[in-house]
């Protein structure tokens, strides 16, 4: 369905290849400086290189291949740190890439006024500006994003949708808005511009899109600062060891001072550098996410407020519903049996292409087996649907059936002379307070009886709720129909509340009450009438069959223009969050077992007695620090696919996840390093390379 680079494999040689390039064009302290946690571990990787100058010429402070094997590692370091940013950048750039291939500048039929019969001009559509009127017929290429002013037309929207399906787009309404790049296939429309060159709904797209440009949410401003604060503590405690360890020396006149090298390595194995190397990767990777499932996120923020979201509003129709209502019951009228009514319904509907038509047609057939009804020898008629009429129906064999709107029929009745029953008119009052569409059915001057038109709800949607429910979010249904209607609607799909006979108003006083209470809101809407709402909620997702103003007022757009997508980006903005937060569980953890390795491994030389710290029965002080670093480094390679793809996103309660993280990611980042150093200082020791 989508055509954009999401679904490229993680380590698409079309992504890795730049990745490895951009990982070096980023070793410059002005890119090394936006993360403070690497770009303490590219100070030190600087200062280990440095120390090797004096080691080469036979007076170092340590070995010479020992700071060489500290200082390559420390630079693997910063460069894996580096490409896993620059792989989730390279997705959105190759996302952003794709869309930018849609762009076309195509010559334009300006106009001189906002109808098809002005004067036309034909002009180069990247001089044309906003508020220019152009006509777009068959075959053109649409040059800049506008709404339908005049005329109705099929549009391909492939190029930005990935779907292949044509759309329709008419003047007035909420499908009035086209966007620059897409092509009309069939009949004409007059074009208002709404926008100038530059600055069309693609041209925002690929801006949103480059990862390179993602500002960091309040979330990661919050963990970055949680991590700079344990840097500095970590760097204070690192820098004052070295005259506490020369004065231990001098006191004692024992041992030796711990080197520089050595401080550097257990510096940068302390601090939090496996979240730290990953962070930024997390967030661009959860933006590519969003884009993958086809949704245009304005901001990293929108994501991330997606993962925090209390309350979701959601549209009844298309969303909860089908959105078109199915026939669910044949009503016969006095003296006319299911069947007969059955019969001349699906005769009615025969040549009805309308969902509800061959919902009729399904049914009677379900019900009463009707099926291959053979019309050609009967020299069969078939009354299509009109605006004025409000009827469609067939004439056969001297049988003249309809079906339409209660009005339209009851005028059709009495105008071929007959009585239309009270008895109709009652059953067609309970369909209507039930929440149905009455249909009604006649045969020449009688009427037959009632076909009820039911809102259907989707399948799966109650279980989908319930999911949400166990999340703590809170789903209420919003629809135009009136409270009964609604409640019994809400009541079968699952959802929590309802908002019936909706206004505009009404959603901008419901978000805002929620917002009061400090929850986060979550909407999708399409129309005009939509954007006060869409602008005051936290997450807004405007359809991108939607009108202009919708889009402008969201802080999403759904390229498939599904509402039920905004559940899916509830789950994707969570999933994001729980990468972040089981990867910052596994960074810190980590620490915990780097102590056992590198505390005793450091001042062995200088506190002798620390040596029965060494826990993990490691080789030698210069292994078990060489280990420590090299684990430190390998890690961040490990958990790159992780931070890249995020975690599997299953729905649970903010505790449960809570102890899920501290059992896997904790208790295993606490276990993992243990392992992971004592089968690298074996390595190095089986190899004598310390």
Known sequence: MQTHSASKSMFDPALLKPAVIDSFRKLSPKTQWRNPVMFVVFI??????????????????????????????????????????????????????????????????????????????????????????????????????????????????????????????????????????????????VVKITANPGETFLDRMIAMVEGAKRQKTPNEIALTILLVALTIVFLVVTVTLLPFSMFSVGVAHVGHPISITVLVALLVCLIPTTIGGLLSAIGVAGMSRMMGANVIATSGRAVEAAGDVDVLLLDKTGTITLGNRQASTFIPAAGVSEEALADAAQLASLADETPEGRSVVVLAKQRFNLRQRELQGHEAVFIPFSATTRMSGVDFGGRQIRKGAIDAIRRHVQEQGGVFPEAVLRTVEEVARRGSTPLLVCEANRVLGVIELKDIVKGGIKERFAELRQMGIKTIMITGDNPLTAAAIAAEAGVDDFL????????????????????????????????????????????????????????????????????????????????????????????????????????????????????????????????????????????????????????????????NNLLIYGLGGIAVPFVGIKLIDMALTLLGWV
């Open 44 to 189: 030190g990787s600087i200062m280990t290189t440095l120390l090797l100058i004096p080691a080469a010429q036979g007076h170092g402070e340590a070995p010479f291949g020992f700071i060489l094997a500290i200082a390559l590692w420390l630079w693997f370091t910063v460069l894996f740190a580096n490409f896993a940013e620059a792989m989730a950048e390279g997705r959105s750039k190759a996302q952003a890439a794709s869309l930018r291939a849609a762009k076309q500048n195509v010559v334009a039929k300006k106009l001189s006024a906002p109808r098809r019969d002005a004067k036309v001009s034909v002009i180069d559509g990247a001089s044309l500006r906003k508020g220019d009127v152009v006509l777009v017929e068959a075959g053109d290429v649409i040059p800049v994003d506008g709404e339908v002013v005049e005329g109705v037309a099929s549009v391909d929207e492939s190029a930005i949708t990935g779907e292949s399906a044509p759309v329709i787009r008419e003047s007035g309404g909420d499908f009035s808005s086209v966007t620059g790049g897409t092509r009309v296939l069939s009949d004409w429309i």
């Open 500 to 659: 019936a006979e909706a206004t505009p108003e009404n959603k901008l006083e419901l978000i805002r009450s929620h917002q009061a209470r400090g929850m986060l809101v979550a909407m999708t809407g399409d129309g005009t009438n939509d954007a006060p709402a869409l602008a005051q909620a936290d997450v807004a997702v405007a359809m991108n069959t939607g009108t202009q103003a919708a889009k402008e007022a969201g802080n999403m757009v759904d390229l498939d223009s599904n509402p039920t997508k905004l559940i899916e980006i509830v789950e994707i903005g969570k999933q994001m969050l729980m990468t972040r937060g089981s990867l910052t569980t596994f960074s810190i953890a980590n620490d915990v077992a780097k102590y056992f390795a590198i505390i005793p491994a450091a001042f062995a030389a200088t506190y002798p007695q620390l040596g029965a710290l060494n826990v993990m029965g490691l080789s030698s002080p210069n292994s078990a620090i060489l280990s420590a670093v090299i684990f430190n480094a390998l890690v961040i390679v490990a958990l790159i696919p992780l931070a890249l793809k995020g975690v599997s996103y299953r729905a649970q309660a903010a505790a449960q996840l809570l102890r």
